[in-house]
Nanobody, 121 residues
Framework: QVQLVESGGGLVQAGGSLTLSCAAS????????MGWYRQVPGGQRESVAT???????NYADSVKGRFTISRDVAKNTIYLQMNSLEPEDTAVYYC???????????????WGRGTQVTVSS
């Protein structure tokens, strides 16, 4: 099992910045990738940014150039630096870890509880 704890959400004005953090618990599950997803009420959860253990990043088109995902391997933590925030970025942001248990041939996904980001216009 992997526990994920998010922090850093809040209320910010349009054009402002926020940084989200997600700390993963130590586990015998191997983490292949981690990422941030977001969901609005009544909507589907969508990928915002992901980062693999090799450092490869991927971003949704809507956040490219504004958001940056990074990681601290020693702390088992990822971050999402969000700049030039827009009201459309308002959502609950969830941290995800794609993992593999020892001896497993498939990946298991773990999720944090989510943190609210609200951008006022």
């Amino acid at each position: 099992q992997v526990q994920l704890v998010e922090s850093g959400g809040g209320l910010v004005q349009a054009g402002g910045s926020l940084t989200l953090s997600c700390a993963a618990s130590r586990s015998n599950f191997a983490i292949n990738a981690m990422g941030w997803y977001r969901q609005v009420p009544g909507g589907q959860r969508e990928s915002v940014a992901t980062i693999t253990t090799g450092g490869t990043t991927n971003y949704a088109d809507s956040v490219k150039g504004r958001f940056t995902i990074s990681r601290d391997v020693a702390k088992n933590t990822i971050y999402l630096q969000m700049n030039s925030l827009e009201p459309e970025d308002t959502a609950v942001y969830y941290c995800n870890a794609e993992t593999k248990a020892p001896g497993a041939t498939f990946y298991s996904d773990f999720w944090g509880r989510g943190t609210q980001v609200t951008v006022s216009s």
